[in-house]
């Protein structure tokens, strides 16, 4: 049987002889600041809330200028980004940390958005993600998942774009 992830050791997944377990690998949530956000964050906080680990909160913004310094985690382009997140965060009381990516400049194919995304995560220690099916180009769920096939980057889950709901006008009686 072939496979592209090597199998699982059973030391891989053993308690250290301290006694304390090892910290959980967090779960990725990407946020490119577009509607289809908040589906993305209600299922990456589900699987962290299952799996006991920690939320990364990738907060995707537009390719840096030449010689420009990039934006911390902590700044407000960042917060902006995050804006539709945090509200459903904090209703279901979980913590998370910021992180930033930058989209690539100029044209390096379909996959390097993605394969730098995914650098992003695996730097975070990042063992899920959850990306949006209809995310911007190269930063969809489809592009995400084949990038960390061919690179071995964690598993990629897809979450599913915000239902379309038509807007009903209310009629006036005269």
Same mark, same amino acid.
């Given at each position: 049987?072939?496979?592209?992830?090597?199998?699982?050791?059973?030391?891989?997944?053993?308690?250290?002889?301290?006694?304390?377990?090892r910290p959980r690998r967090p779960v990725a949530a990407v946020l490119?600041?577009?509607?289809?956000?908040?589906?993305?964050?209600?299922?990456?906080?589900?699987?962290?809330?299952?799996?006991?680990?920690?939320?990364?909160?990738?907060?995707?913004?537009?390719?840096?200028?030449?010689? &420009? /310094?990039?934006?911390? =985690?902590? $700044?407000?382009?960042? !917060?902006?980004?995050?804006? %539709?997140? #945090?509200?459903?965060? +904090?209703?279901?009381?979980?913590?998370?940390?910021? &992180? /930033?990516?930058?989209? =690539?400049? $100029?044209?390096?194919? !379909?996959?390097?958005?993605? %394969?730098? #995304?995914?650098?992003? +995560?695996?730097?975070?220690?990042?063992?899920?993600?959850? /990306?949006?099916?209809?995310?911007?180009?190269?930063?969809?769920?489809?592009?995400?998942?084949?990038?960390?096939?061919?690179?071995?980057?964690?598993?990629?889950?897809?979450?599913?774009? /915000?239902?379309?709901?038509?807007?009903?006008?209310?009629?006036?009686?005269?």
């Amino acid at each position: 049987m072939s496979s592209l992830r090597p199998p699982c050791s059973p030391a891989a997944n053993a308690v250290p002889a301290s006694g304390r377990s090892r910290p959980r690998r967090p779960v990725a949530a990407v946020l490119a600041d577009r509607l289809d956000d908040v589906p993305v964050v209600e299922a990456a906080a589900r699987l962290a809330a299952a799996r006991g680990a920690p939320l990364l909160l990738i907060a995707v913004l537009p390719p840096l200028p030449p010689r &420009a /310094v990039a934006a911390p =985690p902590d $700044g407000v382009t960042v !917060r902006a980004v995050l804006g %539709r997140a #945090l509200p459903h965060l +904090a209703r279901a009381g979980i913590g998370y940390e910021p &992180a /930033v990516h930058h989209r =690539p400049a $100029g044209r390096g194919g !379909r996959l390097c958005a993605a %394969r730098s #995304l995914l650098d992003v +995560a695996i730097a975070h220690g990042c063992s899920r993600m959850v /990306v949006s099916r209809s995310g911007p180009a190269g930063l969809d769920a489809n592009t995400v998942m084949e990038a960390a096939a061919i690179r071995g980057g964690p598993f990629v889950h897809a979450a599913p774009p /915000v239902p379309w709901v038509p807007l009903t006008a209310t009629r006036s009686s005269v």
